[in-house]
């Protein structure tokens, strides 16, 4: 029976979700599987990828192929990579402390590059909303402006009429305090 790696379709009409299954090649896209080995969300960025590494390993080795899409999926998880280790253990090129050493040097490089990825795709779209931010403001101070014109007040007048009532002012508390002492 050849058996595929493959992906079988679930999610609703324009939101794709996969899981990815080891199945029999004529068995239909999401009909009856074997295994499945994980799912694949590509509605996120980056696309969020779960998969038992193991045992998709233990599938390579028993000789399934995957598709196109899942040979990239199962390399960009080191599924294809820890079945090469794994071959070079069984030929006697490295030693089993080896290869998992090199996978796990593999995994570090891997999250690290990830976690790149994430972090100027956060600060992308912080700063995207900075500069939305002071779009909106603009444009408001702009609507403002144009609602609301404020005619131009002259300074000297309002400053004289307020030079005069300081005068009054005193003038008057001085006048009450004398009727108040009388």
Same mark, same amino acid.
């Given at each position: ?57 233990? *599938?390579?080795?028993?000789? /399934? ?34 290869? @998992?050493?090199?996978?796990? /040097? *593999? ?23 900075? @500069? ?5 403001? /603009? ?19 309002? @400053?004289?009429?307020?030079?005069? /009532? ?15 002492? @009388?």
């Amino acid at each position: 029976m050849p058996v595929k790696i493959r992906l079988q379709r679930h999610g609703k009409k324009g939101k794709p979700f996969y899981w990815i299954v080891a199945a029999d090649s004529r068995a239909k896209r999401d009909g009856k599987f074997l295994e499945k080995l994980g799912t694949y969300n590509p509605n996120v960025n980056p696309a969020q990828i779960n998969l038992n590494i193991d045992g998709a390993v233990q *599938w390579l080795q028993n000789g /399934a192929q995957p598709t196109d899409t899942a040979r990239a999926i199962l390399s960009y998880k080191g599924a294809m990579l820890k079945k090469h280790l794994a071959e070079g253990v069984r030929k006697g090129a490295l030693t089993e402390e080896q290869a @998992e050493e090199k996978f796990n /040097a *593999w995994l570090e490089e891997k999250g690290k590059a990830v976690d790149a990825k994430k972090g100027k795709l956060a600060d992308a779209k912080a700063k995207a909303k900075a @500069e939305a931010l002071e779009a909106e403001k /603009a444009v408001n101070e702009a609507r403002i402006a144009a609602n609301n014109p404020e005619p131009e007040v002259e300074e000297a007048p309002a @400053e004289e009429a307020v030079e005069a /009532a300081t005068e009054e002012a005193p003038a008057a508390a001085t006048e009450e305090a004398a009727k108040e002492e @009388e």
